[in-house]
């Protein structure tokens, strides 16, 4: 589900782009919170990685952020989100911010029109359902679809795609909307190694003009671009902070949290904070 960026685009540097505050969220049913009295901010300009073990929250709390919990989903919000200066909480706040926000869910197919024959018109639907001029759609469909590496499929029926072309055509939808904040939940889950490398490669461009926030398992790929880590536990926020404060930590490598580097220098003996990247390793062990 993606919406694109309005006038007051520009204003959005001088702000914090998401606020939770002390946020909780439990679904209807559920015995216990699916995030709990979490808080932090989101500034433009950057990469930031949302990540723990499957359970831990990740999913909801870009739901929340997007507006669609508990709007959509059902359930009670407790404390404030606060998503481009709207409070998420209030009943029409789905709406305020839509055409503002990208959220991209794991499963493509969920977020098909259903009414383009063509992956062109697929990328074009969501700025021309906002009534954007002609010659604005044209030259964001173009940008788009070469930064997800789609460019090539811009006659192919959507529906004859696989998983992980459908993938980047959603998102090069998403990018066609010009956002100031995208929300990714697990955006390379489709792709293959090659197409998910040059996926996270892309995440900085994208970064200049919005906030990137990134749920995921790959930490892997996604310590390459974040300057900025969420660890989420069972709901609640464990840690914050920058990639090596909170992934090269001991209690996250002990728990296998953190990247396969890491826990490679954990099992050979070295202490804390242990290296992220091949690169960081390296540096390592030649020191």
Same mark, same amino acid.
């Given at each position: ?10 204003? !959005?540097?001088? /702000? ?11 679904? +209807?049913?559920?015995?216990? !919170? ?7 901010? /989101? ?5 930031? =990685?949302?990540? @723990?073990?499957? @359970?831990?929250? !990740? ?5 929340? #952020? ?14 404030? $989100? %606060?998503?481009?200066? %709207?409070?998420?909480?209030?009943? #029409? ?12 869910? +794991?499963? *493509?197919?969920? &977020?098909?029109?259903? %009414? ?7 990328? $074009? ?20 679809? #070469?930064? $997800?590496?789609?460019?090539? =499929?811009?006659?192919?029926? +959507?529906?004859?795609?696989?998983? @992980?072309?459908? &993938? ?35 995440? +900085? ?9 990134? $749920? ?20 609640? !926020?464990?840690? &914050?902070?920058? *990639? ?12 296998? #949290?953190?990247?396969?580097?890491? &826990? /490679? ?9 242990? *290296? ?12």
């Amino acid at each position: 589900m993606g919406v694109g960026r309005r006038d007051g685009h520009r204003n !959005c540097r001088e /702000i914090r782009l998401i606020t939770f505050d002390r946020v909780s969220f439990t679904y +209807p049913g559920a015995d216990r !919170c699916a995030i709990e009295n979490i808080s932090f901010f /989101i500034e433009p300009g950057s990469v930031t =990685l949302v990540t @723990g073990s499957l @359970g831990s929250g !990740c999913s909801t709390l870009l739901l929340v #952020a997007a507006g669609l919990a508990p709007h959509l989903t059902g359930g009670t919000l407790v404390g404030k $989100a %606060v998503t481009l200066g %709207v409070e998420v909480g209030a009943q #029409a706040a789905h709406r305020q911010i839509a055409g503002r926000v990208g959220l991209l869910l +794991p499963a *493509p197919w969920t &977020q098909l029109s259903g %009414v383009a024959f063509s992956v062109a018109d697929e990328v $074009a639907f969501g700025p021309a359902n906002l009534g954007r001029p002609r010659d604005r759609i044209a030259r964001a469909v173009e940008r788009a679809m #070469a930064l $997800a590496g789609v460019s090539h =499929l811009a006659e192919r029926d +959507p529906t004859t795609l696989s998983g @992980g072309e459908l &993938q980047r055509v959603i998102l090069a939808g998403i990018i066609a909307l010009e956002p100031e904040v995208y929300l990714l939940d697990e955006p390379a889950v489709e792709l293959d190694p090659e197409a998910a490398d040059a996926f996270y490669r892309m995440l +900085p461009e994208l970064a200049r003009e919005a906030a990137v926030v990134l $749920a995921t398992t790959d930490t892997d790929r996604a310590v390459e671009v974040a300057a900025r880590v969420i660890l989420l536990e069972r709901g609640r !926020c464990i840690a &914050q902070g920058t *990639p090596d404060g909170v992934l090269g930590s001991e209690k996250t490598v002990s728990a296998s #949290a953190s990247t396969t580097v890491a &826990q /490679i220098a954990h099992a050979a003996g070295l202490s804390g904070p242990f *290296p992220l990247t091949p690169e960081a390793l390296a540096l390592r062990f030649n020191a």
